[in-house]
T-cell receptor
Framework: EAGVAQSPRYKIIEKRQSVAFWCNPI?????LYWYQQILGQGPKLLIQ????????DSQLPKDRFSAERLKGVDSTLKIQPAKLEDSAVYLC???????????FGPGTRLTVL | AQTVTQSQPEMSVQEAETVTLSCTYD???????LFWYKQPPSRQMILVIR??????QNATENRFSVNFQKAAKSFSLKISDSQLGDTAMYFC???????????????FGKGTKLSVIP
């Protein structure tokens, strides 16, 4: 069974530039999560989708971050414009609805200079 | 809001020995789930073990077991017969059992970096 796929694995940008990350969840997983993991900290939820609808985006900085999951499968997370403090690993996870175990992708490491 | 505290930033253990990682949490909920996730260097996070709060029996998965003390809000992970492949960051995480809005986010601690020494 294929796991959660993410790309790119690494990205380096200048502050004020834009960047987008892509995630493809495990087949059949209707629930998709984006987490931000800053160095030295545990992951923090940014947004949760159920199919193509947003369940929880209370911790998403909406002035610069956006996410979509148009067809209820893969998802894109965008940052525009990026700030230095956005340097982090962005993790995508997926699960079956109402199932507590989340499966994580390898993450995208973003460095903002 | 729930909080998860891991008080040991780094630990080391000799191969084949036993090590215990600590985790405490704060919640006003009665029903919830607790997890230990493992994040090897440059590899993805994987679930090690989970515990449902309503179950009194401690969860075990091969060499991994937990000591769940609900009243003390403590959830420690014991790794027996440590192997080199156990070297990783270990995160303790909390999830509410029920969410009316359907949000099942994981709240993580800051992690414990475990090194297994040959």
């Amino acid at each position: 069974e294929a796991g959660v796929a993410q790309s790119p694995r690494y990205k380096i940008i200048e502050k004020r530039q834009s960047v987008a990350f892509w995630c493809n969840p495990i087949s059949g997983h209707a629930t998709l999560y984006w987490y931000q993991q800053i160095l030295g900290q545990g992951p923090k939820l940014l947004i949760q989708f159920q199919n193509n609808g947003v369940v929880d985006d209370s911790q998403l900085p909406k002035d610069r971050f956006s996410a979509e999951r148009l067809k209820g499968v893969d998802s894109t997370l965008k940052i525009q414009p990026a700030k230095l403090e956005d340097s982090a690993v962005y993790l995508c996870a997926s699960s079956f609805p109402l199932v507590r175990e989340q499966f994580f992708g390898p993450g995208t490491r973003l460095t903002v200079l | 809001a729930q909080t998860v505290t891991q008080s040991q930033p780094e630990m080391s253990v000799q191969e084949a020995e036993t090590v215990t990682l600590s985790c405490t949490y704060d919640t006003s909920e009665n029903n919830y789930y607790l997890f230990w996730y493992k994040q090897p260097p440059s590899r993805q996070m994987i679930l090690v073990i989970r515990q449902e709060a309503y179950k009194q029996q401690n969860a075990t998965e091969n060499r991994f077991s937990v000591n769940f003390q609900k009243a003390a809000k403590s959830f420690s992970l014991k790794i027996s017969d440590s192997q080199l492949g156990d070297t990783a960051m270990y995160f303790c995480a909390f999830m509410n059992s029920y969410s009316g809005a359907g949000s099942y986010q994981l709240t993580f601690g800051k992690g414990t970096k475990l090194s297994v020494i040959p």
